[in-house]
């Protein structure tokens, strides 16, 4: 499974950004599909997660309300929808994808396989 992650920009605060990740490779209901972001000194923190079947979903405190986690099966993506962005915002976004915890441990970077290289978004104040 290979990730390619996509959409990241500089925006001002309030605006709106839509990520994409495009997978190629074997993907199939069993794949927990993860957004993760990491800001400069700080962790890998989660973000938001879907499992590929779709029914699924879950969010990160912060962003919840304001960021949704979609797919487009035919085209083998998920997007994360990123509305009212905040300074805080502001890291590298990755997108990953596990097989292994059955959507139990989705927010765990740890039991993530595959890893896209990572989209800069930049929310100015």
């Known amino acids: 499974v290979q990730l390619q992650a996509s959409g990241g920009g500089l925006v001002q605060a309030g605006g709106s950004l839509r990520l994409s990740c495009v997978a190629s490779g074997r993907i199939n209901s069993n794949y927990v599909m993860g957004w993760f972001r990491q800001a400069p000194g700080k962790e890998r923190d989660f973000v938001a997660a879907?499992?590929?079947?779709?029914?699924?979903?879950r969010y990160a405190p912060s962003v919840k309300g304001r960021f949704t986690v979609s797919r487009d099966s035919a085209e083998n993506t998920i997007y994360l929808q990123m509305n009212s962005l905040k300074p805080e915002d502001t890291a590298v976004y990755y997108c990953?994808?596990?097989?292994?915890?059955?959507?139990?441990?989705?927010?765990?970077?740890?039991?993530?396989?595959?890893w896209g290289q990572g989209t800069q978004v930049t929310v100015s104040s």
């Open positions: 990953a994808a596990e097989s292994r915890s059955g959507f139990s441990y989705y927010s765990e970077s740890s039991y993530y396989d595959y």
């Open positions: 879907m499992n590929w079947g779709g029914q699924s979903t």
